[in-house]
């Protein structure tokens, strides 16, 4: 578990949005595909403020699960750039849950490396530094 001193910086969160029922799995817990689109959706946002444009998911270089996703979480995506190539943008994405409401926990449950590339209107690799200048 971790405490909330150490989340990512507030202007890192991205996304947060409540774990429902429809996202369940075989076992009651959500599914992780839908997290999985969470983290995609929430570093595509920094990537397209930094080139000012549309970008492309051009690979998942990591992805942890570190604790199942209840329903009734409360799902908060933070990301980050790392890394900004001539057309990508490597990020570091987490995700936390909020537990419980009454007595709250705060918990990371999962953990990925997402890189972005910046494409133009006929989705071919565009330059950020030229788009971000
Ligand atoms: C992303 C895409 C536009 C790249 O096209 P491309 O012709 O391979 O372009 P390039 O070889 O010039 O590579 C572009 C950048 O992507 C990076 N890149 C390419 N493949 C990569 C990989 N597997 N991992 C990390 N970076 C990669 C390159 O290093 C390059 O970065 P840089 O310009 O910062 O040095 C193309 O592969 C594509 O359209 N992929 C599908 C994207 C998509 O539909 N995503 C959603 C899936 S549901």
Not at 10 to 39: C, K, Y
Request: glycine share 6%; net charge neutral; charged share 25%.
């Amino acid at each position: 578990m971790n405490s909330p001193d150490t989340l990512p910086p507030a202007e890192d969160l991205q996304i947060r949005v409540p774990a429902t029922p429809e996202h369940t799995n075989a076992g009651g817990d959500i599914f992780g595909g839908w997290v999985m689109s969470q983290v995609d959706i929430a570093g595509s946002i920094p990537c397209v403020r930094r080139s000012r444009g549309r970008v492309v998911t051009v690979a998942v270089n990591r992805f942890v699960f570190e604790q199942p996703v209840h329903v009734g979480d409360m799902v908060s995506v933070y990301a980050r750039i790392t890394r900004v190539g001539r057309t990508s943008m490597t990020t570091e994405v987490t995700v936390y849950v909020e537990r419980h409401p009454r007595a709250p926990q705060i918990i990371r449950v999962a953990r990925a490396e997402v890189v972005y590339v910046a494409v133009d209107e006929h989705g071919r690799p565009r330059p950020v530094e030229e788009a971000a200048s």
